[in-house]
């Protein structure tokens, strides 16, 4: 998979924040204890999930006719999966998906490359990294669907999502009726908020798209 470019990357982050997002605890998370009404768990392995209308790609005959009459292919990114791996100083995080798609003329097998992304966002505005790759669905003739399965990873610093001890403390810490701070919600405090937003991270998984995908994907 290559580096894409600024504008790509750019892209990501405007979607970014609408993710649909998901995601499992494991060894080394974070249980913040009940108390002020407030129970989480945290993970170190980043949520991952597909950003808003980045899930479709949609090709046409005609490149200035978005009707049905002149759809090609259609293509959906489907069932998506993570897996995590948190125990060395790298993160790995994987997602795989599969990829649904159908297309009209049906008269001689085909063979056609999909661009997908995989990005890393940190705090949830800032693109760490992104990188592209292909998922290659193969139509058999007289056959209008078929369906593939892809898959992209990502290395995130194990430090950088790691809360630091004294922001563990302060979140973590029981607190007794009568405390001064016993009604406070720890998360809001800016401090805390700040550094748990900075050790958060997410892979955001979607189909490289033109801005004119991207538009009719928007607005159909």
Not at 20 to 34: F, M, N, W
Not at 182 to 198: F, G, M, S, T, W
């Amino acid at each position: 998979m290559n580096i894409v470019s600024r504008r790509s990357a750019r892209f990501a982050l405007l979607v970014g924040g609408a993710a649909a997002l998901s995601a499992c605890s494991g060894e080394g998370d974070l249980v913040i204890q009940e108390g002020v009404g407030v129970t989480a768990v945290r993970s170190r392995c980043p949520a991952v999930g597909i950003p808003a209308y980045t899930g479709d790609i949609t090709t046409f005959a005609q490149a200035n006719d978005t009707s049905l009459a002149s759809m090609d292919v259609a293509a959906t990114m489907t069932n998506l999966r993570a897996t995590c791996d948190d125990s060395g100083a790298k993160i790995y995080s994987e997602a795989s998906f599969d990829v649904l798609a159908t297309r009209r003329d049906t008269s001689t097998a085909r063979s056609l490359e999909l661009p997908f992304f995989v990005t890393v966002l940190q705090g949830g505005n800032t693109v760490q990294s992104k990188r592209v790759g292909t998922v290659t669905v193969n139509f058999a003739a007289g056959q209008d669907r078929a369906q593939v399965t892809g898959k992209g990873g990502a290395f995130i610093d194990a430090a950088a999502a790691t809360l630091p001890e004294d922001i563990r403390e302060r979140i973590t810490r029981k607190r007794r009726p009568g405390d001064p701070d016993a009604a406070l919600d720890p998360l809001a405090d800016p401090e805390v908020k700040a550094a748990v937003a900075r050790s958060t991270f997410e892979v955001l998984v979607g189909f490289q798209l033109t801005e004119a995908q991207l538009a009719y994907n928007a607005t159909r």
